[in-house]
Every structure is written in structure tokens, then in C-alpha cells.
T-cell receptor, first 116, second 113 residues
């Protein structure tokens, strides 16, 4: 079974600085999707960024970028120029691309605090 | 495009009562997913529909839980004889295609007293 591990339950960062959130996963599949979702307090979960495992290039969305290390099964999220609105729970998630389950498998999440 | 909507947003019930939640996916999305999120945890998959067909159910979905999507549009999740352990946030997500991102609703927070 696939598993996703977020080993840091909480992190804090100063506004305008850079922070990296770590995620590791376990799978025997060669192709899959990885996601970072953000869940602000009392608000719905929204997609931050997604990576397809067959793509060598790391995904980037504005201030958000990933470091995808397929051999190490590592998928970290870097937030540059942190803003107060980035404060939220961040969840790393995995999903197969083909065959079988379409479910997302989530990590336990990490609470990010942004200090002014 | 309106997003995924869920109703109610909050529900307080007494142990032993039945509750039903509704999810309206993004229009034209044929895939609909239910997840459960307890405090301090990531969401856990419950079940998934493609159109009106329920194609996958988690072992978390005990026989007290039933989900339907009768016309391939909105879905309902019913919990019978609620227990305190059912207290959680129930999240719904939808997508157009397997390859696409799942978009989440705001969730229904259930508290069983």
C-alpha cells in the first residue's frame, strides 16, 4: 500500500523569507501524481502544485516550487517570499495514474505559521 | 464555474441518530469522492463514484455508512446510528477525468455528542 509521510508537524517562517516543507512517500509504481494541498483555517482545501512522476522537470507555480527526487521518493515544497496568507495546514498527497484506485493518499499534514 | 458545495457545513447530533450530508460537484465533473478528516490528520478516502456507479469503497466505510449518487450529479452520504467516533470533517471532491486534479468542497463538520 502507498504511504505518505510528513515528518514535521509544524514549522514557522518570517514573512518574505523562504521555507521548505518535506514529504516522503512509498510506492512500487513507476508512474503516479504527487500533490501539495493547502488548507487554511476553517477554509477548504485547495491545490498548491502538482507533479507527474514521469516528468523530470520540477513543477513551479509562482512562489511555489517542488524538489522531486524520484529515486529517493522525496517531494518537498519550497515557498519563496512567504506571505501572511500562506499560513495554513499543508498536505502532501499521492495518487496512481493508471489502474486500480483513484483515491488520494494524504500525509498527516504540517502547520505553517508565518510571522510578520 | 461554481466550486464543489456541501450541505450542511456543520452538524451536531446525538449518538444513535442518523445524519445525511449532501455534496454538489462542479458541473460536468463525472467523478465524485468522499473523504473523512479527523483532527490532526490528513483526509482519508471513503468512497468514489464515476457518474452514478460507486466504484470503490474503503474499509473505513462500515455498514452504517451508505453513499449514493442517483443521477450522476449530487451525492449523499448517510451515517446511521452515529457514534462519537464518527465526529470528523467529511470532505467531498470532484474531477472531470482520472488524470485531473480533485477539487474539494468546504466540508461538513460533524459532532456526535
Amino acid at each position: 500500500a502507498q504511504t505518505v509521510t510528513q515528518s514535521q508537524p509544524e514549522m514557522s517562517v518570517q514573512e518574505a523569507e523562504t521555507v521548505t516543507l518535506s514529504c516522503t512517500y512509498d510506492t512500487s509504481e513507476s508512474d503516479y501524481y504527487l500533490f501539495w494541498y493547502k488548507q487554511p483555517p476553517s477554509r477548504q482545501m485547495i491545490l498548491v502544485i502538482r507533479q507527474e512522476a514521469y516528468k523530470q522537470q520540477n513543477a513551479t507555480e509562482n512562489r511555489f516550487s517542488v524538489n522531486f527526487q524520484k529515486a529517493a521518493k522525496s517531494f518537498s515544497l519550497k515557498i519563496s517570499d512567504s506571505q501572511l496568507g500562506d499560513a495554513a495546514m499543508y498536505f502532501c498527497a499521492y495518487r496512481k495514474t493508471q489502474g486500480g484506485s483513484e483515491k488520494l493518499v494524504f500525509g498527516k499534514g504540517m502547520k505553517l505559521t508565518v510571522n510578520p | 464555474d461554481t466550486g464543489v458545495s456541501q450541505d450542511p457545513r456543520h452538524k451536531i447530533t446525538k449518538r444513535g441518530q442518523n445524519v445525511t450530508f449532501r455534496c454538489d460537484p462542479i458541473s460536468e465533473h463525472n467523478r465524485l469522492y468522499w473523504y473523512r478528516q479527523t483532527l490532526g490528520q490528513g483526509p482519508e478516502f471513503l468512497t468514489y463514484f464515476q457518474n452514478e456507479a460507486q466504484l470503490e469503497k474503503s474499509r473505513l466505510l462500515s455498514d452504517r455508512f451508505s453513499a449514493e449518487r442517483p443521477k450522476g450529479s449530487f451525492s449523499t452520504l448517510e451515517i446511521q446510528r452515529t457514534e462519537q467516533g464518527d465526529s470528523a470533517m467529511y470532505l467531498c471532491a470532484s474531477t472531470l477525468d482520472r488524470a485531473e486534479t480533485q477539487y474539494f468542497g468546504p466540508g461538513t463538520r460533524l459532532l456526535v455528542l
